[in-house]
């Protein structure tokens, strides 16, 4: 069992930055294939950035790409996403997700979830 924690959410200006963090624990890190997903009121689930263990391959929604950075350091079991420029639009719960398997862009695609941290992006 993974357990997944994230933090670093909160409110910002439109155009302004926010690091989230996923710290996991209860699996080897290394060996999980991790991603950031969002969900708005209202919204499906989305999944923004994704990052394959196997091939460390990164993917990203296409409304976030050059905006948004999806990383991970294994010695930390720790994953972050780093949103730039952002917008009221990426207002959400963003929820930090991993697998064992090639996850990517497909919240399906993954086994354990965070519980949430919300971001709120002022106009």
């Known amino acids: 069992q993974v357990q997944l924690v994230e933090s670093g959410g909160g409110l910002v200006q439109a155009g302004g930055s926010l690091r989230l963090s996923c710290a996991a624990s209860?699996?080897?890190?290394?060996?999980?294939?991790v991603g950031w997903c969002r969900q708005a009121p209202g919204k499906e689930r989305q999944c923004v950035a994704a990052?394959?263990?196997?091939?460390?391959?990164?993917y990203y929604l296409d409304s976030v790409k050059g905006r948004f950075t999806i990383s991970r350091d294994n010695a930390k079991s720790t994953m972050y996403l780093q949103m730039n420029s952002l917008t009221p639009e990426d207002t959400a719960t963003y929820y930090c997700?991993?697998?064992?398997?090639?996850?990517?862009?497909?919240?399906?695609?993954?086994?354990?979830w965070g519980r949430g941290t919300q971001v709120t992006v002022s106009s």
């Open positions: 209860g699996a080897s890190f290394r060996w999980l294939s």
């Open positions: 997700a991993a697998t064992p398997s090639g996850g990517r862009l497909q919240s399906n695609d993954y086994t354990y």
């Open positions: 990052q394959s263990w196997r091939t460390t391959e990164t």
